[in-house]
């Protein structure tokens, strides 16, 4: 687990298979952990049931001169990280490209999604 710095948000950086990301914008991630729903009957609720969720980590990167699009877009079995900004580092495993693979030319902006089979806090 991280070691509290006083920072809990802020500057963070984006890897896939250890390659430095030029990130961009709002990441999220989620761990995959399962979802917890009500089981609601006509007279009661009856208890709960359990979801699974896919792990995820998504944002944007900038299209830099040498992002290879088609690579990218094609990824699997990857490792993506983020390192937060509050000293959590987020490891998503067995990874592949879940987006579209749109650009934003405009703004120099590729949106990424990579989801997998597991993530931890690491």
Same mark, same amino acid.
């Given at each position: 687990m991280a070691t509290p710095?006083?920072?809990?948000?802020?500057?963070?950086?984006?890897k896939i298979d250890g390659i430095l990301m030029w990130a961009r914008g709002n990441w999220t991630y989620n761990l995959g952990q399962d979802k917890q729903a009500a089981v609601v009957g006509a007279d009661r609720i009856h208890g709960f049931k359990a979801e699974?969720?896919?792990?995820?980590?998504e944002g944007a990167i900038t299209d830099r001169g040498? =992002?290879? %699009?088609?690579?990218?877009? @094609?990824?699997?079995?990857?490792?993506?990280? =983020?390192? %937060?900004a509050n000293g959590? @580092?987020?490891s998503l495993a067995s990874a592949w490209y879940a987006g579209e693979g749109t650009v934003n030319a405009n703004e120099g902006e590729v949106p990424c999604r990579f989801e997998g089979l597991s993530a931890d806090e690491v």
């Open positions: 710095t006083g920072r809990v948000a802020g500057k963070l950086f984006a699974p969720q896919v792990p995820f980590i040498d =992002l290879d %699009l088609k690579a990218l877009v @094609t990824k699997s079995a990857a490792t993506v990280t =983020l390192e %937060l959590k @580092t987020v």
